[in-house]
């Protein structure tokens, strides 16, 4: 037995009890490097010695590292001949890593790993135990010939996981705290080793969550509804927009098509706008349903967020969470009033708009446009030539026949070539006419004499 007393060139003095001192370099001090050689003086504790001498002189030579390897490897020997999985061990908390904790269990380690700290969500080791403290751990694992040692917190406690659909039900409504945050959702601490998820979808109807923490903290105390479970897994979900009533389920009812509203946009894309109708829900305005006869290309020609533009609701889908919007339809179509007031082969006059190589662009009334294609610039009987595209300019009045009318596609189609058929037809009808009262017959022959003068 001896005594670290001070510190001296290459190692230590040891009192090794009367006048005798003994001499223990630094190799030979501990098992592992000393660092700090004054933290060992004042320690008691047998050394084996390499050299003695008798004298008060340090001519004895001790060694204290040989002594503790010694004791290491008895000590070791009786754990792993005694000990079996299931058994609970004592030992010191050592070391830290990324993993999990070491424990000094005599001289040598066993594993305590960060998933057998808790029976719930472990972050942190240094969170459930401290280093230094001594610990009582169940025996997990033991291999004796890679010596290797696993040691377990939470099996010194009973699996909650065990009595879980005991005390909850699908339904149930529990009130425990946030443990963590991550993009994807939260972690409930339903009870001491068994925490739930709330997923990012389930943490409100309306409001477009990127991020829980811009609604949750951690240490938030919550209510969620469990919404399932997995025992086999150990995974339960949870939702908290499931307490507090799903506002798309009365859509229809508050938005029902044909509705006028007047709200602000909040966002513009390509395609469109979303324009908010209340807390957490948009309706869409897309860029085809702003006017029936203009083509709008750019939708920040017509609003920019935060303008309050009129719309009325033309589709609700509460299953895909859709409102759609329009502005043209606040107005009758008139695609549907050009319809009804020019049916097929009427005559209708407007304004050429644009003259192209394929035809004449024509406004009529309610600012649509129609198109009288280059080979019905001419009456039947003429021939089509490049010139006569050069007789109309932008600005003339002109008259044309419709020939097309689709609402659906919003295609007007005109043709002067048909006007001027119809009417010809017409001449030929009114001499028939007039020569029923002379003649009760009429030949295919006499009418193409009249046409024939008619050229002429």
Avoid at 65 to 75: G, V
Avoid at 80 to 90: C, H
Avoid at 357 to 378: A, R, W
Wanted: charged letters at 30%.
């Amino acid at each position: 037995m001896g005594k670290f007393e001070k510190v001296i060139k290459g190692g230590f003095e040891i009192d090794l009890g009367g006048e005798y001192k003994g001499f223990c370099p630094l190799s030979k001090a501990d098992v592992v490097r000393v660092e700090e050689p004054e933290t060992l003086i004042g320690v008691t504790d047998y050394f084996i010695i390499d050299k003695f001498h008798g004298g008060t002189k340090l001519k004895s030579v001790v060694n204290r590292r040989e002594y503790l390897d010694q004791k290491i490897k008895e000590n070791k020997e009786k754990f792993f001949s005694t000990v079996q999985i299931g058994d609970v061990v004592e030992g010191v908390v050592k070391s830290f890593t990324s993993f999990g904790a070491f424990i000094d269990l005599g001289g040598f380690d066993g594993l305590l790993h960060i998933n057998d700290m808790s029976w719930g969500h472990v972050t942190r080791p240094k969170d459930f135990v401290k280093k230094g403290q001594v610990v009582q751990l169940r025996l997990i694992n033991i291999d004796p010939e890679t010596q290797k040692i696993n040691l377990s917190l939470k099996h010194m406690q009973e699996d909650p996981w065990t009595t879980f659909e005991t005390k909850y039900n699908v339904g149930d409504v529990v009130k425990a705290p946030v443990t963590k945050i991550t993009t994807f959702g939260a972690f409930i601490e339903i009870e001491p080793g068994i925490e739930g998820l709330a997923h990012i979808s389930e943490l409100s109807w309306t409001k477009r969550v990127n991020n829980p923490k811009e609604v949750l903290d951690v240490g938030d105390v919550v209510e969620a509804k469990v919404l399932g479970y997995d025992l086999d897994k150990k995974r339960v979900s949870l939702g908290l927009k499931q307490l507090e009533e799903n506002p798309w389920d009365t859509i229809v009812e508050r938005y029902p098509v044909g509705m006028t509203l007047s709200k602000p946009v909040v966002k513009i894309t390509n395609s469109g706008a979303f324009v908010n109708l209340e807390e957490g829900i948009d309706g869409f305005l897309h860029i085809d349903d702003i006017s029936w006869t203009k083509k709008v290309k750019n939708m920040a020609s017509f609003c920019a967020e935060g303008d309050v533009i009129d719309v009325v609701v033309i589709r609700v889908e509460p299953d895909n969470r859709r409102i759609r919007l329009g502005v043209k339809q606040l107005e009758g179509n008139p695609w549907q009033t050009l319809r009804h007031d020019y049916p097929k082969f009427s005559t209708i006059s407007g304004v050429v708009t644009n003259v192209t190589d394929f035809g004449v662009f024509v406004k009529v009334m309610g600012d649509i446009e129609g198109l009288i294609s280059k080979y019905n610039l001419v009456g039947p009987d003429e021939e089509y030539t490049d010139e006569v595209l050069k007789k109309f300019n932008v600005g003339d009045p002109i008259t044309a026949m419709v020939v097309e009318c689709n609402p659906t596609t919003q295609k007007l189609s005109l043709s002067i070539k048909e006007m001027v058929k119809r009417s010809q037809q017409s001449e030929i009808a009114k001499y028939i006419h007039e020569d029923d009262d002379d003649s009760d017959t009429f030949s295919l022959a006499d009418m193409m004499r009249y046409k024939d003068e008619d050229k002429e």
